[in-house]
Nanobody, 124 residues
């Protein structure tokens, strides 16, 4: 069955970097998308980035463009998210999700499955 496991969260200082990983099993990466969402305390879950694992196309929330990047290694069934120049407002629980390709460009949280999340805290 579908399983997604995030890793790599933690504490970073403003301006610092973190790299998140999402290991996917029970899902065909070749024809779908893997997205990252985040949820800060008291806020709704929001889409951050998505990659079409069959074509490598990527999509980002405006506030993270130029700072975050998403990539996939289909041979390892793993998707990565590099986060640079972190800001305190990036503090949230980050979830990876397996979504159909048609939801990827709009970062719509209609997922076939979710990971349990990993905490990212940006603070000095």
């Amino acid at each position: 069955h579908l399983q997604l496991v995030e890793s790599g969260g933690g504490l970073a200082q403003p301006g610092g970097s973190l790299r998140l990983s999402c290991a996917v099993s029970g899902y065909t990466l070749d024809y779908n998308g893997i997205a990252w969402f985040r949820q800060a305390p008291g806020k709704d879950r929001e889409g951050v980035s998505c990659i079409g694992t069959h074509n490598g196309n990527t999509f980002y929330k405006n506030s993270v463009k130029g700072r975050f990047s998403i990539s996939s290694d289909n041979s390892k069934n793993t998707v990565y998210r590099q986060m640079n120049n972190l800001k305190p407002e990036d503090t949230a629980v980050y979830y990876c999700a397996a979504i159909r390709w048609r939801w990827c460009p709009s970062l719509t949280p209609r997922a076939d499955g979710w990971g349990r999340g990993t905490q990212v805290t940006v603070s000095s």
